[in-house]
Each structure stands twice: as structure tokens, then as C-alpha cells.
């Protein structure tokens, strides 16, 4: 089955504690990107990557990292997560930027 | 910022009725595309439509975008209780390359 799978669904955490959400896709994208929804604002690109090595910062980076060392795979890296990064974290895939299949999201609280 | 904004932000009808949602952005774009989100779970692409389309069908769906406005809407027609979601658009911006912009969304319930 074509999907988008996330690690962890749910993730309470505490100030400054360095956590990594998984992200990976089966459907061979070229395209995939990380957002953050929070209520209100709707959805913000943290950051996107086009293909393996290149990334690119989205409208809000700030306080996240990325990599993408193979195609499948786009972890989210907060390496000092703040209680401003409370949030609900979508990753999506597309094969070329445009038709984006979402994971199911990760749910995160910082405390 | 350059996001979205979808109009309006709630949306309640009956059953079997049109539902209408519009969405303008800021800057030009290469498409304009609608997802819909069903409380709290991922989103679900609906529709694309490219800057020099002006109309889109897709099953009831009906897209119609205005890059002189920098408007688009979308119809769902003969509602169903199922359609209760939330809506957003999302544009991907000519100078901002592969970055996208997500609308605030319009939540609609249809009243069975």
C-alpha cells in the first residue's frame, strides 16, 4: 500500500531534550516536506526536500533540522525542542512537488 | 507571510446542498491546489489546478481559480454528511520555487 508513515504518533517531551520524528514513503517521491499545523494558522512548510541531499528551508525553520541521506526517508530533527514547538507535525511526499500525500501526523508536546 | 486565506472560516449546510469555499493568496503561482482534513488526520489532495486554467471538474467537485484576483473557489455539490472536513488550498508560488503556502482553512459540516 502507497503511504506515508510518521514515528512517534504521539511524543510528550521536555524542554531542551533533543528528539528525531521519522518520516518515509514507499511510492518512490522525489519531493517531501515537513509541516506543522497549529490552530488558526493552518498548515507552515518547517522545511522541504527535492531530492536526496538537497534541502530547503520553508516559512518557518526555524529550531528544526532535516536530512535526507536516502530517497524514502526525511527525519525531523529538534535538537532543544521549546514549548513553542507544541504542535501537530505532518510529513508529505509528492514525485514532483505538486499532488502531496500526507502522512497520518505526530502529535507533539513540549513541556 | 504569504499564506492563504480561505473564506469562510465555517461552513454549515444541510445535506444535499452546495457548499461554496473561496481561498485568495498574495503573490503568483504556478497552482493552486485543495486538500481536505478530517479532524486532526492527514490531508487528502482533492484538486489541482495550474495558473492557465481557469475551471476544474473533478466528480462533484467543481475549481475554478482567477489569477487576475488572485482568487479561487471551490464547490462541493449535492452534500453529504460525509463531507463534514476541514478545507485548505495550498499554492506553490512562482518565486519561492518548490515552497508551499497553505490557506487557513474553511470548516464545513453538513448536517445529515
Known amino acids: 500500500e502507497a503511504q506515508v508513515t510518521q514515528n512517534p504518533r504521539y511524543l510528550i517531551t521536555v524542554t531542551g531534550k533533543k528528539l528525531t520524528v521519522t518520516c518515509s514513503q514507499n511510492?518512490?517521491?522525489?519531493?517531501m516536506s515537513w509541516y506543522r499545523q497549529d490552530p488558526g494558522l493552518g498548515l507552515r512548510q518547517i522545511y522541504y526536500?527535492?531530492?536526496?541531499?538537497?534541502?530547503d528551508k520553508g516559512d518557518v525553520p526555524e529550531g528544526y533540522k532535516v536530512s535526507r541521506k536516502e530517497k524514502r526517508n526525511f527525519p525531523l530533527i529538534l535538537e532543544s525542542p521549546s514549548p513553542n514547538q507544541t504542535s501537530l507535525y505532518f510529513c508529505?511526499?509528492?514525485?514532483?512537488?505538486?499532488?502531496?500525500?500526507f502522512g497520518p501526523g505526530t502529535r507533539l508536546t513540549v513541556l | 507571510s504569504q499564506q492563504g486565506e480561505e473564506d469562510p472560516q465555517a461552513l454549515s449546510i444541510q445535506e444535499g446542498e452546495n457548499a461554496t469555499m473561496n481561498c485568495s493568496y498574495k503573490?503568483?503561482?504556478?497552482?493552486l491546489q485543495w486538500y481536505r482534513q478530517n479532524s486532526g488526520r492527514g490531508l487528502v489532495h482533492l484538486i489541482l489546478?495550474?495558473?492557465?486554467?481557469r475551471e476544474k471538474h473533478s466528480g462533484r467537485l467543481r475549481v475554478t481559480l482567477d489569477t487576475s484576483k488572485k482568487s479561487s473557489s471551490l464547490l462541493i455539490t449535492a452534500s453529504r454528511a460525509a463531507d463534514t472536513a476541514s478545507y485548505f488550498c495550498?499554492?506553490?508560488?512562482?518565486?519561492?520555487?518548490?515552497?508551499?503556502?497553505f490557506g487557513t482553512g474553511t470548516s464545513l459540516t453538513v448536517i445529515p
Open positions: 503573490t503568483s503561482i504556478n497552482n
Open positions: 508529505a511526499s509528492s514525485l514532483y512537488g505538486n499532488e502531496q500525500f
Open positions: 511510492m518512490n517521491h522525489e519531493y
Open positions: 489546478i495550474r495558473s492557465n486554467e
Open positions: 495550498a499554492t506553490g508560488q512562482t518565486n519561492t520555487g518548490n515552497q508551499f503556502y
Open positions: 526536500s527535492m531530492n536526496v541531499e538537497v534541502t
